[in-house]
């Protein structure tokens, strides 16, 4: 952490690596990872592809009672007035469930 940051971060390349390294471990060592085709009911690939075409706005945005809410597109990085601005609840896209039905 006594680390100076590394350019657009704010934490230090050794740090930084021990984050990385652990979130891998974590989503490789799942068994039930939802991306995993060897598991019990896997998704197809239809499913996987809307699954990620949801950022963790678009979720948020989804589980409100009203879309009211403002939410910048990507909520891991400060609200600016250009890049990052907050929008409306009803500008994201919602998951498309077409892949589930049958």
């Not at 939802?34 to 499913?47: A, G, L, S, V």
């Not at 009211?68 to 919602?94: G, I, M």
Request: some cysteine; overall charge neutral.
């Amino acid at each position: 952490l006594a680390e100076p940051p590394m350019k657009g971060g704010l934490l230090g390349p050794t740090f930084s690596c021990i984050l990385a390294r652990q979130f891998a471990q974590i989503k490789h060592g799942d068994r039930f990872w939802y991306e995993r085709e060897y598991q019990p009911k896997p998704f197809t690939p239809d499913q996987l592809s809307s699954i990620r075409s949801q950022g963790l706005t678009s979720i948020l945005c989804m589980v409100q009672e009203t879309a009211d809410y403002e939410f910048q597109p990507d909520l891991f990085l400060v609200q600016d007035y250009h890049e990052n601005k907050a929008r409306n609840c009803s500008k994201y896209n919602t998951i498309n469930i077409d892949p589930w039905k049958q």
